[in-house]
């Protein structure tokens, strides 16, 4: 019997306990403070539009997997519910149940399996599904509804803007940040959760705990979450010391919108960020910018997922410019 074929690679051979499928199980138990907290405010909604994403992102991979690609199955890597969770994060609760199922479509079927799979990815799938729903249907995907404390109705829920939302269109008809102020929650309703927005809005405290959570477990490095919150606090923060009355603060910015979730659980993703440390940060100046001047000036009031898809399809050129240094060689002494 002939013997199986052996796999030569390049050395060197780096072995590690940790593996793709123990990471996307760290990536779901750092959400899951965030995700008890939009229960509670946007109650049973939340766990439908939660649950109906997680299923639909499994059941395609399964399907696509199976019986179009005739490839392994690989739904228990924990990949597809992390999509799935990820999407619900990125929509409104109490989404129409069949848009969330396009979504999981689009995320699984075109952003992710098209590819090849995971690790093949160019874009971030969730963002992708996310993205395509807010082109197709910009009115359900707008429709916010309000926080409302402890929350255990599944009745439709009585909609509102989100804290950009609310600047962008009152700055639009001549508003003042001052005249605005009254309509905005407070910087401690944004920390703890208390707001109107999509699931992954709800708490800043929850997101960043969740976010130093996969610090602590080395899932992922500092350099692009805190650059790209960094870089939208200089960029807003300058804008706002020019023209208070017309620019937001930094710290408005910072807590609200999608700002969190996206630096730390989607910018971050092994396979569609940089390499290296250096192209880490550069990669997360381009989010940080881009987010900020689509807030300012663009059309939507939120820009941190167009502004992560825009930089995943710079990673590449970012890899081929940045790249490691090769195993073994040495630096070359500087000639005084």
């Given at each position: 019997?002939?013997?199986?074929?052996?796999?030569?690679?390049?050395?060197?051979?780096?072995?590690?306990?940790?593996?793709?499928?123990?990471?996307?199980?760290?990536?779901?138990?750092?959400?899951?403070?965030?995700?008890?907290?939009?229960?509670?405010?946007?109650?049973?909604?939340?766990l439908i539009t939660t649950s109906i994403a997680i299923i639909s992102c499994l059941l395609f991979e399964y399907l696509i997997q199976?019986?179009?690609?005739?490839?392994?199955?690989?739904?228990?890597?924990?990949?597809?519910?992390?999509?799935?969770?990820?999407?619900?994060?990125?929509?409104?609760?109490?989404?129409?149940?069949?848009?969330?199922?396009?979504?999981?479509?689009?995320?699984?079927?075109?952003?992710?399996?098209?590819?090849?799979?995971?690790?093949?990815?160019?874009?971030?799938?969730?963002?992708v599904g996310r993205v395509f729903l807010l082109v197709c249907f910009p009115v359900q995907m707008t429709l916010w509804p309000m926080?409302?404390?402890?929350?255990?109705?599944?009745?439709?829920?009585?909609?509102?803007?989100?804290?950009?939302?609310?600047?962008?269109?009152?700055?639009?008809?001549?508003?003042?940040?001052?005249?605005?102020?009254?309509?905005?929650?407070?910087?401690?309703?944004?920390?703890?959760?208390?707001?109107?927005?999509?699931?992954?809005?709800?708490?800043?405290?929850?997101?960043?705990?969740?976010?130093?959570?996969?610090?602590?477990?080395?899932?992922?490095?500092?350099?692009?979450?805190?650059?790209?919150?960094?870089?939208?606090?200089?960029?807003?923060?300058?804008?706002?010391?020019?023209?208070?009355?017309?620019?937001?603060?930094?710290?408005?910015?910072?807590?609200?919108?999608?700002?969190?979730?996206?630096?730390?659980?989607?910018?971050?993703?092994?396979?569609?960020?940089?390499?290296?440390?250096?192209?880490?940060?550069?990669?997360?100046?381009?989010?940080?910018?881009?987010?900020?001047?689509?807030?300012?000036?663009?059309?939507?009031?939120?820009?941190?997922?167009?502004?992560?898809?825009?930089?995943?399809?710079?990673?590449?050129?970012?890899?081929?410019?940045?790249?490691?240094?090769?195993?073994?060689?040495?630096?070359?002494?500087?000639?005084?």
């Amino acid at each position: 019997m002939d013997s199986p074929p052996i796999v030569i690679s390049a050395s060197p051979h780096v072995h590690s306990e940790r593996t793709s499928k123990k990471i996307m199980y760290d990536v779901v138990i750092a959400l899951v403070p965030a995700f008890l907290v939009s229960l509670y405010v946007f109650g049973f909604n939340a766990l439908i539009t939660t649950s109906i994403a997680i299923i639909s992102c499994l059941l395609f991979e399964y399907l696509i997997q199976k019986y179009l690609m005739k490839t392994e199955v690989t739904i228990t890597d924990g990949s597809a519910l992390l999509t799935g969770l990820l999407l619900a994060f990125n929509v409104p609760a109490g989404l129409p149940i069949w848009m969330i199922i396009v979504g999981s479509l689009v995320a699984i079927g075109i952003a992710k399996l098209s590819f090849g799979g995971l690790g093949f990815n160019v874009f971030n799938p969730a963002l992708v599904g996310r993205v395509f729903l807010l082109v197709c249907f910009p009115v359900q995907m707008t429709l916010w509804p309000m926080a409302v404390v402890n929350n255990t109705t599944i009745a439709d829920a009585v909609s509102g803007a989100t804290t950009l939302g609310i600047i962008k269109e009152g700055l639009q008809f001549g508003g003042t940040m001052t005249e605005l102020s009254a309509k905005l929650p407070s910087s401690v309703d944004m920390l703890l959760g208390i707001t109107g927005g999509s699931l992954g809005e709800m708490s800043a405290i929850a997101l960043l705990l969740g976010g130093l959570y996969l610090m602590i477990r080395k899932v992922i490095s500092w350099h692009i979450p805190v650059t790209v919150l960094l870089t939208m606090a200089i960029m807003t923060g300058i804008f706002w010391s020019i023209d208070p009355e017309h620019y937001a603060n930094p710290l408005i910015h910072l807590l609200s919108g999608g700002a969190i979730l996206g630096a730390f659980f989607m910018a971050t993703d092994m396979v569609t960020s940089p390499m290296t440390k250096k192209g880490m940060v550069i990669f997360a100046i381009g989010i940080g910018a881009i987010t900020v001047i689509i807030r300012l000036y663009g059309a939507y009031p939120e820009g941190i997922s167009f502004a992560i898809l825009i930089m995943n399809a710079f990673v590449p050129l970012i890899n081929s410019y940045f790249k490691p240094r090769r195993f073994g060689s040495k630096i070359k002494a500087k000639i005084m």
